[in-house]
């Protein structure tokens, strides 16, 4: 796994061989007041966004229909020391947002040594989150959450933050030509404002972010503005399930670890569950948005301690992509550090890897696509004694590759009948791993 991640440690300053020798420009600032010429803003909804002509916005009538009871508005206000900020509230909704857009701008020149900076209010986060995006080219953007500490902020006044450019880029990102330099998005509820954004060449970040290299396999738990209220919860859960199981002697010799896939089978999955692992005392531990780090730390903080499954079924790394974009290679180191962390903590189990199922409607679809570069990495994991690969997903499919609705009503997740479908198609390889000898 270190070796396939050193290959891809590239330094930053490697992409940027065209502007090596280019005259140093100013820095580039968005808004200081007022949007700077070509500079537009606007509040961005789900579907729509909004210019902000004169002093407020509001894009509640625009987003009636679709979410009832949502609201978001962008308005002009007082910033720090007398200048002016925008600030943007909203509520009940899953995206929300201030852009800076533009023509097109080259942001190469800040990439090596470069910073986004600007000043920043949090006045309300208990029920939201936020996420700072940077533009990378045309369908191109990284992003970098800001919902723990945006929370920590809530009621604190005015702070600057800086953020390094090395946050917002991977190896292969082009911004040539960025028409999105900034957005800063909201979810679920809060009001914040806004101040003073502009890039420069050269700065000293003080917010931290992670190394994309390295989140994949780096153990967290799953900080988003939907899961912090429930997800820890869930996993002192799962920990006292795990004990009442052993205490009735119902020790667990089948386990399911995974995402909301996995999770799954406790709602639309439960009846083909009772049919076909019940009697396998089977426990599943699913949390819905989990990426291969949360994995990671969950099994580093007791799930699995305690109990010794004849087999355990890792489905991960569909979140990596969906959410991230992960390269596939990054992706597949995270779901080896898994196996890594449960053949330690479970040396006399088999574990059965799945290949990560298809997603979206047709086949070249461009998350289904970075799926499969990872799932063509998987076998390789897989050593025949303890660690075996199953790959079910032309059950799933039609013979043009279409994923159904009526098998995953939104192209991600499996209903009943997928559940049917991934049951009756693992089954074979199931049964072979639960009759073998323990190792």
């Not at 996995?262 to 949390?287: C, D, I, M, S």
């Not at 461009?366 to 897989?382: H, V, Y």
């Amino acid at each position: 796994m270190r070796a396939g991640l050193a290959a891809l440690t590239l330094s930053i300053a490697s992409m940027l061989p065209a502007v090596a020798n280019a005259a140093p420009p100013a820095g580039l600032v968005l808004f200081d007041g007022a949007p700077r010429p070509r500079i537009e803003v606007a509040a961005v909804a789900p579907e729509s966004t909004h210019v902000l002509h004169g002093e407020r916005v509001d894009a509640k009538a625009a987003i009636a229909d679709k979410f009832p009871g949502s609201e978001i508005a962008l308005a002009r206000s007082a910033g720090p020391a007398g200048a002016q900020a925008l600030t943007l509230r909203w509520k009940n909704i899953w995206k929300s947002g201030v852009r800076f857009a533009g023509p097109s701008f080259d942001l190469r020149p800040y990439l090596e040594r470069g910073t986004l900076a600007f000043d920043f209010k949090v006045d309300a986060l208990d029920g939201g989150g936020i996420v700072f995006r940077v533009g990378c080219g045309d369908d191109c953007d990284r992003h970098v959450s800001y919902v723990v500490p945006g929370r920590a902020a809530q009621g604190k006044g005015w702070q600057r933050i800086v953020l390094s450019m090395s946050c917002f880029a991977r190896d292969g990102d082009d911004f040539r030509a960025v028409k999105h330099p900034f957005q800063l998005e909201g979810t679920g509820s809060g009001q914040v404002a806004i101040a003073n954004v502009a890039f420069a060449q050269t700065g000293t970040p003080n917010t931290p972010c992670p190394d994309w290299r390295t989140v994949a396999v780096t153990p967290d738990t799953l900080n988003e503005s939907w899961s912090i209220s429930w997800w820890l919860p869930r996993h002192r859960q799962k920990l006292d399930e795990v004990k009442r199981m052993v205490a009735e002697g119902k020790c667990p010799q089948l386990v399911f670890i995974g995402d909301s896939i996995t999770q799954g089978w406790e709602k639309e999955g439960a009846h083909v569950w009772q049919q076909y692992y019940a009697r396998h005392h089977a426990l599943a531990l699913g949390f819905g948005g989990d990426r291969t780090e949360n994995v990671l730390w969950r099994l580093q903080h007791g799930e699995v301690d305690g109990i010794d499954p004849k087999v355990a079924v890792l489905l991960i790394g569909t979140n990596n992509t969906g959410h991230r974009r992960d390269f596939p290679a990054i992706t597949a180191a995270g779901i080896e550090r898994n196996l890594e962390e449960l053949k330690r903590r479970l040396p006399r189990t088999r574990i059965l890897l799945l290949a990560i199922f298809p997603r979206d409607a047709a086949s070249d679809g461009p998350l289904r696509g970075l799926n499969a570069q990872i799932n063509a990495r998987l076998p390789g994991l897989a050593d025949g004694r303890q660690v075996f690969y199953l790959d079910v997903n032309q059950a799933f499919l039609r013979a043009d590759g279409a994923l159904s609705v009526d098998i995953m009503p939104d192209w991600l997740h499996p209903n009943e009948a997928g559940y049917a479908i991934w049951a009756k198609a693992m089954q074979p390889e199931l049964e072979r791993l639960m009759a073998l000898p323990r190792l």
